[in-house]
């Protein structure tokens, strides 16, 4: 139990266009989802907090104009670069918290971004 | 925003050795998760510590909550080359359930 998926897993786009990553939990509801991002040989850091039915909640110097984040149900969260550029290159991760849990988050395995 | 800093972040030794993963910080954590990471997937959760003092076995590895709740420490017990991976502390916010990740401790295991 407690799998997240994530879709696509590697993309590539030209700058100045949109992706659009979908993150999934497949066997239980989320109603708390995390968006990550992780540069080569670093940590995660979280970008934003995704609550099913209300607005993202973004971290300091993450712009959420050009993270869109939806959280429609309690099983999928998007995050869409818009306008992407070549520092947007990186890994994204998703996280969910089953809400039958407390504690426990659950990563999704990640989307590797390449913009050219 | 709560700090958590894990040492070391590098650690390369034989198989057989013993090692110890320390993540410290001087913020009060509800709870701290250990997670494992292969190049090019996400983390995958090892443990979860919740009260202070609380001791976790997971075959060869001892997970231990600080009695403050503020640190954290992974012990693995005569390492194998499977072993070799990304480690990660990372402490859930006692004002809600966001979580604040160490640093990262890149083991390789040599056999």
């Known amino acids: 139990g407690a799998v997240v998926s994530q879709h696509p897993s590697r993309v590539i786009c030209k700058s100045g266009t949109s992706v659009k990553i979908e993150c999934r939990s497949l066997d239980f509801q989320a109603t708390t989802m995390f968006w990550y991002r992780q540069f080569p040989k670093q940590s995660l850091m979280l970008m934003a907090t995704?609550?099913?039915?209300?607005?993202?909640?973004?971290e300091q110097g993450v712009e959420k104009d050009k993270f869109l984040i939806n959280h429609a149900s309690l099983t999928l969260s998007t995050l869409t670069v818009t306008s992407a550029h070549p520092e947007d290159s990186s890994f994204y991760i998703c996280s969910a918290k089953d809400g039958r849990w407390a504690y426990e988050q659950y990563f999704g395995p990640g989307t590797r971004l390449t913009v050219t | 925003t709560q700090l958590l800093e894990q040492s070391p972040q590098f650690l390369s030794i034989q198989e057989g050795e013993n090692l110890t993963v320390y993540c410290n910080s001087s913020s009060v954590f509800s709870s701290l998760q250990w997670y494992r990471q292969e190049p090019g997937e996400g983390p995958v959760l090892l443990v979860t510590v919740v009260t202070g003092g609380e001791v976790k076995k997971l075959k060869r590895l001892t997970f231990q909550f600080g009695d403050a709740r503020k640190d954290s420490s992974l012990h693995i017990t005569a390492a194998q080359p499977g072993d070799t991976g990304l480690y990660l502390c990372?402490?859930?916010?006692?004002?809600?359930?966001?979580?604040?990740f160490g640093e990262g401790t890149q083991l390789t295991v040599n056999p």
């Open positions: 995704s609550n099913e039915g209300s607005k993202a909640t973004y």
């Open positions: 990372a402490g859930e916010e006692t004002s809600g359930s966001r979580l604040t």
